[in-house]
């Protein structure tokens, strides 16, 4: 059964959608505690072993070539991943500029102060991609690699999107940490970056599609199946950025509501990605 194809992807399915939730579950639980850094720098702290954990499964996993080896890759990245997510959403590793964009800046000038609200974290996700790369090089297992190159360029895609401009930027979920960076990115009917991005990750999706069709092994089919799940759902983000869909209510039902007066705050995307 966990060799099948479909497993895989709602297995896929199922880890965006819980891990997201658990993220933004803690990250909204450190702000309900206060305003301040010292709740959401704990959580940082006790998420150390989830990051542990992540690296001792993405080393065992590279020179698995069993069906288990596919799914630790993924279940090991997603933990990676998942902390320098959690790091950032904390307001622990973003970068040098915390203010509010004023408005009417020029674009560069806008560009350069987004650049610097999340400087850190980009270079940390750029140094992991890196990393990953030279210790998977040569594996038989490179399913970590890849599960993070598609979350990486995947993450790069909408971050442009969100910085030239889309008709919805979904706001909902995002931490007092990281109330300024809104003001960094605009609403617009759409910009040339959009359908460059639903493209290139359209071609992602057909080739793992190819891939699966191709596996020579079951170890192959499940790891191209959930790097094509992982892409589809890359692809849906994109698309919710342009289409008026609720995906907030996703994960409302294990997030408080916002406060009233919280409602009137710009928020980044709270998407898995």
Request: hydrophobic share 55%; proline share 6%.
């Amino acid at each position: 059964m966990l060799a099948s194809p479909w497993t895989a992807a709602l297995a896929a399915l199922f880890l965006w959608w819980f891990s997201t939730g658990a993220i933004l579950w803690v990250v909204q639980g450190a702000d309900g505690r206060g305003t301040g850094r010292d709740w959401h720098m704990w959580s940082v702290l006790f998420g150390l072993p989830v990051l542990s954990l992540g690296v001792i499964g993405l080393l065992v996993s590279l020179t698995n070539t069993d069906v288990s080896g596919a799914y630790i890759a993924f279940l090991s990245t997603l933990a990676i991943w998942g902390w320098i997510e959690l790091a950032f959403l904390s307001g622990v590793i973003t970068g040098p500029n915390r203010y509010d964009c004023p408005p009417g800046v020029p674009a560069w000038e806008r560009f350069l102060r987004a650049w610097g609200t999340i400087a850190y974290h980009e270079t940390l996700l750029t140094a992991a991609l890196i990393l990953i790369l030279l210790v998977s090089w040569g594996a038989p297992n490179m399913f970590a690699f890849w599960t993070f190159a598609v979350l990486f360029f995947a993450r790069v895609s909408a971050k442009l999107n969100l910085f030239f401009g889309v008709p919805k930027i979904n706001i909902e979920f995002l931490p007092s940490p990281l109330s300024h960076l809104p003001s960094h990115f605009r609403t617009a009917r759409m910009n040339a970056v959009f359908p460059i991005s639903v493209t290139a990750l359209s071609f992602a999706v057909a080739c793992w599609f190819e891939r699966i069709y191709a596996a020579a092994t079951p170890a192959e089919t499940v790891g191209f199946a959930l790097l094509a799940a992982l892409t589809v759902l890359a692809l849906l983000e994109h698309w919710l950025m342009v289409l008026p869909l609720p995906d907030e209510k996703l994960w409302r039902w294990m997030i408080p509501a916002p406060k009233a007066n919280d409602k009137t705050l710009l928020r980044e995307d709270a998407n898995g990605l």
